[in-house]
C-alpha cells in the first residue's frame, strides 16, 4: 500500500490571502480615491446632491410663484412629487396621477390623503402637454442646466462630497472585479469589504451600512438553499433526477444537461430564477455524486457541467415574459411613464418569447464545448438513484411528502404574494420572507434540524450575494452607476451607435455590462431611464421606444460571467464545486452570443412586425 497521501484540491473557502495579487485592486482603489475628481463625476455629484433642491424650487415657482420654503403643505407635497418623478424620467400627467399613498411612503414623502386629492385635483387642471413639458424643463434643469458654478459656497461642499462619493463607487466596482478576477482574498470577505469601503469614504454611516446588505433578495437566497437541504435529505432530489432522466436509455451528459436547459429555461418566464436553481441544483449535485459512488473516481470537470448548466439555463427566460422578472416590469413602467407607450403582457411574450428557440440551444452548445468531462455516461448513477427510489418498495416517504407538500405551498405564496396573499392577510411578506418561512416549516415538521442548515447551506454565498445588493445600492443611490452609464453611452456616440439599432445595441451593451456587477433590476433602474431617454431624443414617437425597453431588460438578464451576476449563479457557487473563473469560461462566450441573438431578433423579427400604434424607427 502506497504512503503517498492524495492531493487535496483547496477550496476558495481554505485558501489565504495572496498579498501579490490581492495589492493589484488595493493600489488601484487607493489611486483612485487619492486623485482629484474628475469634472464627469463632479458634474454627477451636482446632480445627486443639489439636484433635488433646486428642481423643487423650479417647481414652486413655475406652478406657486413662492419659494418652497412658503409653500402649504399639499404644496410641498406636489413639488416632492415631481422631482421624484423626474429622477425616474417619468414626465408624464396620467402616470402622475396614479400615484398613491403608498408611492409617497416608499419615496419619503410625507403624504395624507387629503393632501393627495388636492395634488391629484391640482395636477388634473393642467394641461397633459403643458404638464409634459413643466416637467422635461426640470428634467434639463437637473441634467444639464445646473452647473457646479450655480451653487452657493455651502453648496459646493455638498457636490464635492458627492463626486467624491461617485468616484469611491467607482473604484468600488474596480476592486470588486479585480477581486473576483484574481481571488486574492475569500469572497465572502470581497462582500465585507464593499461596506468597510463604503463607510470610510463617507458613502454611508454606520447606522445605514448594516441595513444595505439585507433585502427580500438575500432572504431568498437564504430561504431556498434551506428548502434545498430538504430536498437532499429526504430524498426528493432522487425522485425529481428519475421522473426527468428514467426514460432515458442513454444518459449521456450531454443529454441530460439539454434536457435541464429544455426544463429550466421555459419555466423562468413565469417562476423565479432563484427558486428553479434551488431546486434543481440538488439534482445535479446527485448525479454528479452518485457518478463518483458507481465510478470510484472523481471528475471535476463533470461536476462543475452539471451546475454551470443548471445556472445558465435559470439565467434564461426571465426577461421573455412580465411575470419572469420584476426588471421587465420596471421597464415596462418606464416606456409608459415617459412616452406613454404602453406593453401589455401578451405583446411582450409575442416579441420576446421567441428568443428562447436562439438561447437554449447557443447555451447547449457553448456549455457542451468549453466542459470536456471525462465521464459522460451517467448510466451508473441512474441505477443507484433507481436503487434508493426503490428502497423500501419505492413508495413516497412521509417526510417527501411533507418535503414537497411544503414547497408546493410555498411555491404558491411566490406566485400569488403580491395579489392574493396581499388580499387576505393585508400584508406584503416578499418572496424571501415567504421563503424563510418554508424554511422555519421544515423545521417545524421535523423533517431537518438546525444542524442541517448550519452544516449544509453555504452561509458564506449568502453573505456574498448579500454584498452584491449593498454594492448595487452603492452604485445607484452615490450616481455611481450612472455616471458609468452616462460615460459608456459618450465613448459608443462616436462609433455610430447614436442611432437606430446603433443606438439599441449602445444601451443594450451598457446594461449588459453593468448587470455582471449589480442585480438586474437596479441596473434597469440605472440604465432604463438613460437608454430610453435617448430613444425618445433620436426617434421620437417609434417604434425604438418599446424596443429599447424589452432589448434593456432582455440585456439585463445576460450576467453569466460572476458569482454576484445573478442569484443562480451564487446558488450554484453554494454546491462547492466551481471556482469563480468556471462562470467566465461560458459566460464571455454567452454574453456575446445572446447579445447577437438579441440584435438579430431585433433587426429581423421586430422590425418586420413593428409595434401597433407607433411608426417604424
Known amino acids: 500500500m502506497s504512503d503517498k497521501k492524495e492531493k487535496v484540491k483547496v477550496s476558495g473557502y481554505d485558501k489565504y490571502i495572496n498579498w501579490k495579487l490581492f495589492a493589484v485592486p488595493l493600489v488601484l482603489l487607493l489611486t483612485l480615491l487619492l486623485m482629484p475628481t ?33 409653500l402649504e403643505q399639499w404644496q410641498i407635497q406636489m413639488v416632492r412629487m415631481m422631482e421624484q418623478s423626474v429622477q425616474s424620467s417619468s414626465f408624464g400627467q396620467p402616470s402622475f396621477l396614479r400615484r398613491n399613498q403608498r408611492w409617497c411612503e416608499s419615496k419619503g414623502i410625507p403624504s395624507t390623503p387629503e393632501h393627495l386629492e388636492q395634488v391629484r385635483a391640482f395636477a388634473s387642471a393642467i394641461p397633459a402637454e403643458e404638464f409634459r413639458a413643466l416637467m422635461r424643463r426640470g428634467h434639463e434643469l437637473r441634467t444639464e442646466r445646473l452647473t457646479f458654478d450655480d451653487l452657493t459656497e455651502g453648496e459646493k461642499v455638498e457636490a464635492r462630497k ?57 432572504w431568498f437566497i437564504m430561504g431556498s438553499l434551506m428548502f434545498a437541504v430538504a430536498f437532499v435529505k429526504t430524498g426528493v432530489d432522487k425522485r425529481i433526477a428519475m421522473a426527468m432522466f428514467g426514460r432515458l436509455k442513454k444518459p449521456n451528459v450531454r443529454w441530460i444537461s439539454m434536457i435541464i436547459i429544455l426544463i429550466i429555461a421555459p419555466l423562468t418566464m413565469f417562476m423565479s430564477d432563484h427558486a428553479l436553481a434551488a431546486m434543481f441544483l440538488p439534482i445535479g449535485i446527485l448525479l454528479y455524486v452518485t457518478t463518483t459512488q458507481a465510478t470510484g473516481r472523481e471528475d471535476p470537470e463533470l461536476a462543475k457541467m452539471l451546475m454551470i448548466t443548471v445556472a445558465m439555463a435559470a439565467n434564461l427566460g426571465g426577461s421573455l415574459s412580465p411575470s419572469g422578472a420584476a426588471r421587465n416590469i420596471i421597464m415596462m413602467s418606464y416606456a409608459e411613464d415617459m412616452f406613454g407607450v404602453s406593453i401589455g403582457f401578451g405583446q411582450w411574450v409575442m416579441y420576446c418569447a421567441p428568443l428562447l428557440l436562439w438561447l437554449m440551444p447557443i447555451t447547449w452548445i457553448v456549455i457542451n464545448w468549453r466542459f470536456k468531462p471525462a465521464i459522460t455516461d451517467l448510466s451508473h448513477a441512474m441505477t443507484v438513484v433507481k436503487s434508493e427510489v426503490n428502497k423500501d418498495g419505492g ?65 458564506g454565498v449568502v453573505w456574498l450575494y448579500a454584498g452584491a445588493i449593498c454594492f448595487g445600492r452603492v452604485l445607484v443611490e452615490t450616481g455611481g452607476a450612472y455616471w458609468i452609464a452616462q460615460t459608456m453611452l459618450n465613448l459608443t456616440a462616436p462609433l455610430g451607435l447614436g442611432e437606430g439599432l446603433g443606438l439599441l445595441l449602445s444601451g443594450n451593451i451598457i446594461v449588459g455590462l453593468m448587470t455582471q456587477l449589480m442585480a438586474d433590476g437596479p441596473a434597469c433602474a440605472a440604465v432604463g431611464p438613460v437608454t430610453l431617454a435617448m430613444a425618445g431624443i433620436v426617434h421620437p ?59 438579430l431578433l431585433a433587426s429581423t423579427y421586430w422590425s418586420w412586425m413593428g409595434f401597433p400604434g407607433l411608426p417604424g424607427y
Open 38 to 70: 474628475p469634472d464627469s463625476m463632479l458634474d454627477v455629484g451636482v446632480e445627486y446632491t443639489m439636484g433635488p433642491k433646486y428642481v423643487e424650487d423650479h417647481f414652486a415657482l413655475e406652478l406657486f410663484n413662492s419659494p418652497t420654503g412658503e
Open 162 to 218: 458627492g463626486g467624491f462619493h461617485v468616484q469611491a463607487a467607482v473604484g468600488i466596482v474596480l476592486f470588486v472585479v479585480l477581486c473576483f478576477m484574481t481571488e486574492a482574498i475569500p469572497l465572502p470577505m470581497v462582500a465585507f469589504s464593499i461596506g468597510v469601503i463604503a463607510l470610510i469614504t463617507g458613502i454611508v454611516d454606520r447606522s445605514t451600512m448594516p441595513g444595505l446588505y439585507w433585502s427580500d433578495a438575500t
Open 395 to 459: 413508495g413516497w416517504t412521509r417526510p417527501q411528502i411533507i418535503s414537497v407538500v411544503i414547497f408546493v405551498v410555498m411555491l404558491f405564496t411566490w406566485v400569488t404574494e403580491k395579489n392574493l396573499i396581499l388580499q387576505w392577510t393585508g400584508i406584503r411578506f416578499g418572496i424571501g420572507v415567504l421563503a424563510v418561512m418554508g424554511g422555519i416549516a421544515y423545521i417545524l415538521a421535523g423533517v431537518v434540524n438546525w444542524r442541517d442548515y448550519q452544516t449544509r447551506v453555504d452561509w
Open 541 to 599: 414617437g417609434t417604434s425604438m421606444i418599446p424596443f429599447v425597453a424589452m432589448g434593456t431588460s432582455i440585456a439585463s438578464s445576460f450576467a453569466y460571467c460572476l458569482v454576484i451576476g445573478t442569484p443562480p449563479n451564487a446558488i450554484v457557487y453554494a454546491s462547492g464545486y466551481l471556482e469563480p473563473k468556471d462562470f467566465l469560461r461560458v459566460g464571455i462566450i454567452l454574453w456575446f452570443t445572446n447579445m447577437a441573438g438579441l440584435m
